[in-house]
């Protein structure tokens, strides 16, 4: 199995930055990619990045281009997510996923998650 756990929430003025963490253990060999999603009150679970484990592709919701930008370190199993520009929308918390095997970004298609970690941007 694999295990994932975020850290680098905060509570932030909108217009600042934060940088997300995603540490990747276990049976990481199975990660296709890995994927943020964040989850606000009154919405369902949003997909907001993607990174290729294997590969160095890329995805970003269409709210976030420009503003945020998801990278890897393989060496210490960690995605990160950099999130600059941050508004008021963009609050929520936080997840990172990994699958297996790759598709459109749907939250069901990731069978890992993390515990999560809260964003919160004032305006």
């Known amino acids: 199995q694999v295990q994932l756990v975020e850290s680098g929430g905060g509570e932030v003025l909108a217009g600042d930055s934060l940088r997300l963490s995603c540490e990747a253990s276990g049976y990481t060999f199975l990660i296709y990619d890995m994927g943020w999603f964040r989850h606000a009150p009154m919405k369902g679970r949003e997909f907001v990045a993607a990174i290729g484990w294997t590969h160095d592709r890329t995805n970003y919701a269409d709210s976030v281009k420009g503003r945020f930008t998801v990278s890897r370190d393989k060496a210490k199993n960690t995605v990160y997510l950099q999130m600059n520009t941050l508004k008021p929308d963009d609050t929520a918390r936080y997840y990172c996923?990994?699958?297996?095997?790759?598709?459109?970004?749907?939250?069901?298609?990731?069978?890992?998650w993390g515990q999560g970690t809260q964003v919160t941007v004032s305006s």
């Open positions: 996923g990994a699958r297996r095997e790759g598709g459109s970004f749907y939250p069901h298609e990731y069978g890992y």
